[in-house]
């Protein structure tokens, strides 16, 4: 479990979907760490494969926990039809049909 319970976390994601919603950018950089890690997106046709690392710390036992994670969003007429979480940029490829480009 990354830092923080899972309602925490939860409202910290919809608060970033929220101010990517209304174009707040200054919102949504104020929920990042400093030291984010950002990874270029893939795009094949009405698909976007994203691809990036997170790292928490426990906030009760100071562990440090990171993953590799992946995610691919559909999109039809400007908005996001489908939503999948994936293990790893490999399995996200995959999804899209583009698993030659891992």
């Known amino acids: 479990m990354l830092a923080g ?10 608060q970033a979907i929220a101010c990517v919603n209304r174009g707040d ?39 440090e926990v990171a993953s590799d994670d992946a995610w691919v969003i559909r999109f039809r007429d400007g908005e996001a039809i489908e939503y999948r979480e994936c293990e ?9 049909g583009l698993s030659q480009y891992g």
């Open 5 to 14: 319970d899972v309602g925490e976390i939860l409202e910290l994601a919809r």
């Open 88 to 96: 790893t940029r490999q399995e996200a490829l995959q999804v899209v």
């Open 25 to 63: 950018d200054e919102g949504l950089a104020a929920l990042m760490a400093d030291d984010v890690k950002c990874f270029p997106y893939v795009a094949a046709g009405e698909y976007v494969v994203i691809s990036g690392r997170t790292v928490a710390r426990g906030r009760g036992s100071g562990v």
